[in-house]
């Protein structure tokens, strides 16, 4: 049996990159990457280093999702869900 790769997943990281390219513009130089008990920030990165993370995340995630096998699918589809998740955070809490 030949290994058959589905490369749709790679669609949804679409979405990733524009939001990144958006947030280039939109949100300021550091961005707040972690956030402490308290609720106050604990870390913050350089926009260079936050913004391509969740593009680099969903890229890995859509390679898994495109396997054939259910179990590395439904994994990439999860990681896929923590690129966006990422996004939305990075969004949320510098804007």
Known sequence: ??????????????????AAAVGWFL????LIAQIGVDGQPSKVWPKLLALP????VG???AWFASFEEK??????????AVAAAITIFNFVMNL
């Open 59 to 61: 890229v890995l995630g």
């Open 53 to 56: 993370l969740p593009v680099a």
């Open 27 to 30: 949100l300021p130089d550091e």
């Open 1 to 18: 049996m030949e290994d058959k790769k589905r490369f749709w997943p790679f669609l949804l990281v679409i979405p990733l990159i524009a």
């Open 71 to 80: 179990e590395k699918r439904l994994s990439g589809f999860l990681v896929l």
